[in-house]
């Protein structure tokens, strides 16, 4: 649990008192925070650089059992980033020592240059992050998260911020519900099981819902979800969440409603394309966009978002089979556009194309944004931490970049060349969903979904890169990182 505490600091009982210093100067206006830090620097190793840290017990003057000081580096290199990565590097450093209980000094936002909010909100999304443990899986559970952080601040800046830590919860544990269904393994979320726990998650928020089934799938033509489904035992699912506050409400005036899309392919082996073997366990997470979608839908509805959000989420196994999609095969959409199958690994694409042209006629949404672990193209070309951001309306991407820095959810706008189009023809059928070079081809996966989405404000976010993460991070343990709920939600709120 997250809580803000102010008063006096010295007079705060706790396990561990945190105190984040930077190397060249005071970071606080409290004379107390000062006294304590004037002491810790008497001690030689200690000079407040990045991640020097010094520990003392019992001292005279404060109530704590132990204040722990750790650098943050130079002033001018403090942003909400450190923060972050300060307060989630300190959370997983305390859950080893089997503390349950720590307070954590919040820099003065003023020396920081960054506002009041910023700087609490980046401490607690640390921290709560940090303290969340994937060990559903392990008999034996080495580490116990901590029950309660506290940040501790001035007195004014904790009246106007009182509200910020459920808020943050929230989010955060939108987050950490994307995280967990990702690092779940796919025997225990093959389609229907993984829609039947999106949809139980839903179901104890204000979230209306709707399953397509592979009857329904067959009865709407969606030829292209069918054709990526069809060579795996679970058959595909097109799962609708919808969040709408006017739900009860009568009014004539027109409202606007966003779509989200998430690719949900629970485990992609490349059907008949099969994949090589290295690194094949890790396509377990190629259902990333449907779990941070998901997870973004259940966390406006906790946080009782202002206007009607829908998200749409096919849901496929990507199988080599008896029965499977071959290259060459040719399939008709749901658009009607009959596609050539030219890569049977090339799936997102295929039941992407589907969700968003049943998307545009169902509800006609202001703005569409899909978010998909696509292509490996975009991992080559941006890395595992950053995501690409192609739209056909260039303030979308925009704001989209904008929210990912101010979440530090990292996403870079990319080009989506017209000309390129020529790339997906195909011989027999209207279009190829591969392209005819091996290059860019994160940017050809965009051009062939933007043949989807007619003439709505689009955004496409390929999050191959940061969706997973072997090693994990500062405030991420190993596996799904759900990067995208932050993101989604600062964007939609900022609407
Ligand atoms: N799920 C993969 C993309 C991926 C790669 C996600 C690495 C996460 C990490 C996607 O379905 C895929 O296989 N794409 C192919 C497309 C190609 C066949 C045109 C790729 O990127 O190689
Ligand atoms: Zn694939
Ligand atoms: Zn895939």
Known sequence: MLKLLSGEILKKKTECLVVPVCEDESIYDDPAINALIENARKIKEFKGKTDD??????????????????????????????????????????????????V????????LELKDGVVLSAIFEGAFLGNHIFDKYKKDKTAKPLNVVSVFTDSKIA???????????????????????VS?????????????SMVKAAEKEDLSFSVLDEKALKQNGMGAILAVGVGSRSKPRLLILDYNPFKNKKSSKKKKTIVLVGKGV???TGGISLKPSAGLAEMKMDMSGAASVAATLITLARLKHKFRVVGVLPVVENMPSGNATRPGDIIKSYSGKTI???????????????????????????????MATLTGACVVALGEKIAGVFANDDQLAKDIVASGESVDERCWAM?????????????????????NTRYGGAITAALFLSEFVEDTRWAHIDIAGPAYSKKGGDYCGAGGSGFGVRLLIDFLNKM
């Open 53 to 102: 840290s010094v520990i003392l017990y019992d001292s005279a003057e404060s109530k704590s059992e132990r204040i722990l000081f750790i650098g943050l580096g130079k002033l001018e290199k403090i942003d909400a980033e450190t923060l972050r990565s300060f307060a989630g590097k300190t959370v997983k450093q305390l859950i080893k020592k089997d503390l349950t209980e720590i």
């Open 104 to 111: 954590l000094c919040a820099p003065s936002p003023e020396k």
């Open 340 to 370: 050539e199958i030219g890569n049977t690994d090339a799936e997102g694409r295929l039941i992407l194309a589907d969700a968003m042209s049943y998307a545009n006629k169902m509800f006609k949404p202001e703005v569409m944004i899909d």
């Open 415 to 435: 080009p989506m060349p017209d000309d390129y189009k020529t790339l997906l023809k195909s011989e027999f059928a209207d279009i190829n969903n591969m392209s």
């Open 266 to 268: 629970t485990f992609d």
């Open 159 to 181: 009246k106007s911020c009182r509200l910020l830590p459920s808020r943050i919860e929230i989010i955060c544990k939108g987050t950490i519900l994307a995280r967990e269904w």
């Open 184 to 196: 779940m393994p796919s025997n225990e979320k093959r389609p229907d099981r993984f829609v039947r």
